[in-house]
C-alpha cells in the first residue's frame, strides 16, 4: 500500500469512527467497544472501501456501524449474532442510523441475521474480510468463514482458553484455503485471567499435596508470552493471583471439569515457593512443565507465533 493509499485510509477510518456516535449504541446489556480498542481491531482487518464484510457477532451494533462508513455505498457488512433479543437491538439501532440494508434511507448497506457463531452465512460473493468480534475459544475458529473468504482476504480473530482471553490474531487466506496468522503486539494486554470460584479451597487444605519451586509462576504468567504459553499447554485450567490462601498471597489454579485446584504462593524475596494442589489433576505440576518447555525453547514472544486455520486442523506453532 502506496503512501497515498495510506493517507486515503488513515482519513477513510477518522471519518468513519467521527461520524458513527458510540452513544447510540450505548443502550442494553450488551455495551460496546471503546472506540480506540474497535479503531485497532478493524485496522488490523483492514477493511477498505467496497470490500464484503462479515462480523460474527453482533453485540450492540457499533462495529457493524463503524464499518458500514468504512466500506461505503458500494461495499456490504453481514453480521450475525446468536442471541434474538441482542440481534433485535442491534438492527433497531442501525435502522435509526440509516444503516440496515432492509429499512430506511442512508447508506443501507448492513444485514443483521440471528445466527449461531458456527453457522456461517454462504456469501453469493467471496468476504474481504471477517471479523469474529467476540473472543473464539483455541482451535475453534470456525473453518466456513475461511472457507467463505477469497484467497488475499484477512480473518480476525481472538482465540482465547479457560486460562487466558486473547490476543487479536490476523488470519491471511491462502489461495490453498489455509489461513495463517500472527498475534498483534498492540493487543497483548487482552490476555487477561479467567476468574476463578475457589470456594472449596479453605475446607480442603488439610488434602492438599504440598511441594515447593524455584519457579515464581505468580510473575511469569503476567506475561503475556508466559501466560498464553501456559494456556495453550493446560486445557481446562483457570487461574486467579489475587486469593488468599492461610494469609499467603498466591496464584490459584482451577479445573471446572474436575473440580481440582491448585494454589502457589507469591515471591517474597526467597527462591522457594510453597505449592498445594488436589485434585484428579495435578494443575501446579503441569504448570510447572509449561513453563519449562517454553523457557527451554527460549521464550519466543506471542508475535512470532504463527497461527493455522485448515478444513482438518487448527494449530499454534511457538518457534525454537
Not at 443502550?27 to 483492514?46: D, F, I
Amino acid at each position: 500500500m502506496g503512501a497515498n493509499e495510506d493517507a486515503r485510509s488513515d482519513a477513510r477510518y477518522e471519518a468513519a469512527f467521527a461520524t458513527v456516535d458510540r452513544d447510540d449504541f450505548a443502550a442494553g446489556p450488551q455495551r460496546p467497544p471503546s472506540a480506540a480498542a474497535l479503531e485497532r481491531t478493524l485496522r488490523l482487518l483492514g477493511a477498505r472501501s467496497g470490500d464484503r464484510v462479515l462480523e460474527i457477532g453482533t453485540g450492540s451494533g457499533y462495529p457493524a456501524a463503524v464499518l458500514s462508513e468504512i466500506v461505503g455505498r458500494h461495499g456490504d457488512v453481514v453480521t450475525t449474532e446468536a442471541d434474538v433479543d441482542v440481534a433485535s437491538q442491534a438492527r433497531e439501532r442501525l435502522i435509526a442510523s440509516g444503516r440496515e440494508s432492509r429499512y430506511g434511507a442512508g447508506l443501507i448497506n448492513v444485514t443483521v441475521l440471528r445466527r449461531e457463531p458456527s453457522d456461517v452465512p454462504a456469501p453469493p460473493q467471496l468476504w474481504d474480510r471477517v471479523l469474529l468480534s467476540a473472543p473464539v475459544p483455541l482451535g475453534r475458529v470456525p473453518y466456513a468463514a475461511v472457507a467463505g473468504t477469497r484467497p488475499g482476504g484477512v480473518l480476525v480473530a481472538q482465540p482465547s482458553t479457560e486460562f487466558a482471553t486473547g490476543p487479536l490474531v490476523r488470519f491471511d487466506v491462502g489461495s490453498d484455503g489455509v489461513a495463517t496468522g500472527t498475534a498483534d503486539p498492540s493487543s497483548m494486554e487482552r490476555t487477561i485471567p479467567r476468574p476463578t470460584a475457589p470456594s472449596r479451597l479453605d475446607a480442603m487444605l488439610g488434602e492438599v499435596d504440598v511441594s515447593h519451586t524455584t519457579i515464581d509462576v505468580a510473575n511469569l504468567v503476567r506475561h503475556p508470552g508466559w501466560r498464553y504459553a501456559v494456556a495453550v499447554a493446560v486445557p481446562s485450567c483457570r487461574y486467579q493471583d489475587t486469593v488468599i490462601v492461610e494469609d499467603r498471597p498466591g496464584l490459584v489454579l482451577t479445573d471446572p471439569m474436575t473440580s481440582s485446584w491448585a494454589h502457589i504462593e507469591h515471591g517474597d524475596g526467597s527462591d522457594n515457593y510453597t505449592v498445594r494442589q488436589t485434585g484428579p489433576r495435578l494443575l501446579a505440576d503441569e504448570v510447572l512443565a509449561a513453563i519449562r518447555w517454553y523457557a527451554d525453547r527460549g521464550a519466543p514472544p506471542l508475535e512470532s507465533w504463527t497461527w493455522e486455520v485448515s478444513p482438518d486442523r487448527q494449530c499454534v506453532t511457538i518457534p525454537g
